[in-house]
């Protein structure tokens, strides 16, 4: 299984700005994926994470709010946008295992307090 | 929309009694995953089954994938306090190349000592 590595893995943050998150394997993987979790709750995907190209969202999650960057294959960004207290919530990547890209493997995630 | 309905969400049972989680839909998964995830940590892998039928076991943790891989149940035997977590299932679809899992709605186990 892949190695992850989550920045910062906690932050209160201001209504109004953006805060990065880094996700960092310790390996070349083709799939990583952002999701967003409620405490207690369900994953809910927001986008893939395309290496040289844009990332691919899901219903409800748009690049200007959400934008992705995945500059290689072991390392990619998501930056929540203008946030508002909606957006507390814990984000997560995750990439997908090199010989199953059915299996995923969790980075340990941010937890995001907007006050 | 293609959904993975989990039951029960919560559960709070003692310590030595057995438990069975259950993951079904109306689609058929060409594989299903358990995870466990404990506060502040993300989900970890327990086991992805693949097979109509199958079975595995990891240790008091006993997983099974329907004949028809359109339902799954994990179920614990002899609970203990280390158990405690949200249990997600996961499955994904066959038809798609994208790597993508929809996840069921998880549930939440309490054991208590």
């Known amino acids: 299984s892949a190695v992850i590595s989550q920045k910062p893995s906690r932050d209160i943050c201001q209504r109004g700005t953006s805060l990065t998150i880094q996700c960092q394997v310790d390996s070349q993987v083709t799939m990583m994926f952002w999701y967003r979790q409620q405490p207690g709750q369900s994953l809910t995907l927001i986008a893939t994470?395309?290496?040289?190209?844009?990332?691919?969202?899901e219903s409800g999650f748009v690049i200007d709010k959400f934008p992705i960057s995945r500059p290689n294959l072991t390392f990619s960004t998501l930056t929540v946008s203008n946030m508002s207290p909606e957006d507390s919530s814990i984000y997560l990547c995750?990439?997908?295992?090199?010989?199953?890209?059915?299996?995923?493997?969790f980075g340990p995630g941010t937890r995001l307090t907007v006050l | 929309t293609q959904l993975l309905e989990q039951s029960p969400q919560f559960l709070s049972i003692q310590e030595g009694e057995n438990l069975t989680v259950y993951c079904n839909s109306s689609s058929v998964f060409s594989s299903l995953q358990w995870y466990r995830q404990e506060p502040g940590e993300g989900p970890v892998l327990l086991v992805t089954v693949v097979t109509g039928g199958e079975v595995k076991k990891l240790k008091r943790l006993t997983f099974q994938f329907g004949d028809a891989r359109k339902d799954s149940s994990l179920h614990i035997t002899a609970a203990q306090p280390g158990d405690t977590g949200l249990y997600l299932c996961a499955g994904h679809h066959g038809s798609s190349n994208t790597g993508k899992l929809i996840f069921g709605q998880g549930t939440t186990l309490q054991v208590k000592p």
């Open positions: 994470a395309n290496q040289g190209s844009e990332a691919t969202y």
């Open positions: 995750s990439v997908g295992a090199r010989l199953a890209i059915n299996t995923q493997y």
